[in-house]
């Protein structure tokens, strides 16, 4: 007796599975490639741990370059020039590598070493427009820049 409500459940299951199979999926919206409009870009740092930045530092304008064609970032806060290699993933994922720095000595350091450790502890970016964020997790941004045209 409780044979055919198992073949007529099994019966059901199946055509229901089956019918999902040809179910056609809705064309997905073409996602913007973000790397074009991250990459070969000069940006221009202006806001730091939540605080603005100042249009120069030390003399000099502080930003990031990323170069799509070996991978390798440069940038500058103000003083040294930093650089290093970057990876870029999906979904706006970023990985900086600890690269090398010259080393002098100026008076307000303060950007730079934050700039460095904003690079290095970042782990995604979002661009809206001009404006670039480099984040952490879903915090608030550790680095915002604007783009230099």
């Avoid at 979002?126 to 670039?132: A, P």
Wanted: charged share 25%; hydrophobic share 35%.
């Amino acid at each position: 007796m409780k044979q055919p409500y198992y073949l007529i459940l099994t019966v059901c299951v199946l055509s229901f599975t089956a019918c999902s199979i040809f179910k056609k999926s809705s064309p997905k919206a073409i996602k913007e490639d973000n790397t074009q409009t991250i990459t070969d870009r000069k940006w221009k740092l202006v806001e730091l741990a939540g605080k603005p930045v100042a249009d120069k530092v030390n003399g000099k304008e502080p930003f990031l370059l990323l170069q799509k064609s070996d991978s390798r970032y440069s940038a500058s806060g103000g003083c040294n020039g930093i650089g290093g290699a970057y990876t870029l993933q999906a979904n706006g994922r970023i990985k900086f590598e600890q690269g090398m720095s010259t080393m002098m000595a100026c008076e307000n350091m303060e950007i730079e070493h934050g700039l460095n450790k904003a690079l290095i502890t970042a782990d995604n970016y979002s661009i809206n427009g001009d404006d670039l964020s480099l984040n952490k997790a879903r915090m608030a941004p550790l680095a915002r820049f604007k783009a230099i045209k």
